[in-house]
């Protein structure tokens, strides 16, 4: 307990004693830079999160256009699957209709025509199919990119932003004794 008044008391006496005027101005020109600064970095901080909360909106469109494109991705590939199938089997149609007699032949030609323009019809449209999806695959591909480069820009602010509070925490560390709290 004495300890404690005697410790207050020298404390006391410490800060009731008259410091010079100019060390007192300057003093004062410190702290003012120093608010000055705080305001600053403050604002820079307030910056930096709008530009973050941006960032994270584009991020999350990005991810239901993903899911977007990787639904019709799978959608195009059953239809190519079926379109696939439908080939198959209109060719081993054909097949079957090849192996027919001369005489069936000459009484099938206008339907064999008619299957094989089909069929024609069918690789086309299995080839638009696939040159769709492949366009799709690069532009998801070209997306995922995207988000990987946001997600690296994030990462890299994020970093920033805590190299920034820890400079601001170290640089007030420095002036918790001195009357800073």
Same mark, same amino acid.
């Given at each position: ?74 959608? +195009? ?8 199938? /439908?080939? &198959? #089997?209109?060719? @081993?149609?054909?097949? !079957? =209709?090849? %192996? ?14 008619? +299957? ?8 086309? /449209?299995? &080839? #638009?199919?696939? @040159?769709?999806?492949? !366009? =799709?695959? %690069? ?14 820009? +994030? ?27």
């Amino acid at each position: 307990m004495i300890k404690k008044f005697v410790v207050l008391l020298a404390i006391g006496t410490i800060f009731s004693s008259c410091v010079s005027k100019k060390i007192y101005e300057d003093l004062e020109m410190q702290y003012a830079n120093l608010k000055k600064e705080m305001r600053a970095v403050e604002d820079e901080n307030d910056s930096l999160k709008q530009l973050q909360k941006e960032c994270e909106e584009e991020v999350a469109k990005l991810k239901d256009e993903i899911a977007t494109l990787q639904s019709q991705k799978t959608q +195009l590939q059953e239809d190519i699957a079926n379109s696939k199938e /439908e080939y &198959k #089997k209109l060719q @081993d149609s054909f097949n !079957a =209709l090849e %192996k027919n007699s001369n005489s069936e032949i000459a009484a099938n030609s206008e339907k064999n025509r008619a +299957l094989l323009k089909q069929l024609q019809d069918k690789e086309a /449209e299995i &080839k #638009k199919e696939s @040159d769709r999806l492949l !366009a =799709l695959q %690069k532009e998801l591909d070209s997306r995922l990119k995207r988000i990987d480069e946001l997600e690296n820009v +994030l990462a890299a602010k994020d970093a920033n932003m805590k190299a920034l509070k820890d400079a601001i925490s170290k640089a007030l560390t420095n002036f918790e004794g001195k009357g800073l709290t």
